[in-house]
T-cell receptor, first 115, second 115 residues
Framework: AQSVAQPEDQVNVAEGNPLTVKCTYS??????LFWYVQYPNRGLQFLLK??????LVKGSYGFEAEFNKSQTSFHLKKPSALVSDSALYFC?????????????FGSGTRLSIRP | GAGVSQSPSNKVTEKGKDVELRCDPI?????LYWYRQSLGQGLEFLIY????????KSGLPSDRFSAERTGGSVSTLTIQRTQQEDSAVYLC?????????????FGDGTRLSIL
């Protein structure tokens, strides 16, 4: 069965510093990996995805993520954090090869950027 | 174009009552998902509809929960004999399944409060 883990409930970063939000996954086949962001009282918004190809994926709002197959990780990164990046971030995984497979979400990481 | 629409945005009801939550997906999206989110926590998968296939109901927490999708479009999640532990935000998402790497598009959710 597929699963995804976000080991940190909260990440605190000073504005202007780089940030990393961690995600590891487990699937039996090839993974499709996603990052979403959720602002208060809103649904989730898609940030970026890894399907195949380059291990470094670039997405919205200056975020990027690095796929590492050997470590089964897909960490979200940004070179310089903004206060407006403060939100709840979710990693998600889907097993490729089957349209019947559902998307599984991690437990979420709350990112707090201090001015 | 219009995104995923959920109604009502807020619902307060008494314990023991039945409630119906509605989701209007993006036009043409064949996949539809329901999730439950408690107090800004992670997403709990409830049910997944994919085209004309039988829905994946594996996440429904009890037989008080049911969902249907009429005409491959609008979906209704019904909770019978509500309990206080049903209080949560119920999120709906849709995606185009022409390619299963497509990201999900989320509505802003229905905040359900059981008194």
């Amino acid at each position: 069965a597929q699963s995804v883990a976000q080991p940190e409930d909260q990440v605190n970063v000073a504005e202007g510093n780089p940030l990393t939000v961690k995600c590891t996954y487990s699937v039996s086949g090839n993974p499709y990996l996603f990052w979403y962001v959720q602002y208060p009282n809103r649904g989730l918004q898609f940030l970026l995805k890894y399907i195949t190809g380059d291990n470094l994926v670039k997405g919205s709002y200056g975020f990027e993520a690095e796929f590492n197959k050997s470590q089964t990780s897909f960490h979200l990164k940004k070179p310089s954090a903004l206060v407006s990046d403060s939100a709840l971030y979710f990693c998600a995984v889907r097993e490729s090869g089957s349209s019947a497979s559902k998307i599984i979400f991690g437990s979420g990481t709350r990112l707090s950027i201090r001015p | 174009g219009a995104g995923v629409s959920q109604s009502p945005s807020n619902k307060v009801t008494e314990k023991g009552k039945d409630v119906e939550l509605r989701c209007d997906p993006i036009s043409g999206h064949t996949a539809l998902y329901w999730y439950r989110q408690s107090l800004g926590q992670g997403l709990e998968f409830l049910i997944y509809f994919q085209g004309n296939s039988a829905p994946d109901k594996s996440g429904l927490p009890s037989d008080r929960f049911s969902a249907e999708r009429t005409g491959g479009s609008v979906s209704t999640l019904t909770i019978q004999r509500t309990q206080q532990e049903d209080s949560a935000v119920y999120l709906c998402a849709s995606s185009s399944q022409g390619y299963i790497g497509q990201p999900q598009h989320f509505g802003d959710g229905t905040r359900l409060s059981i008194l």
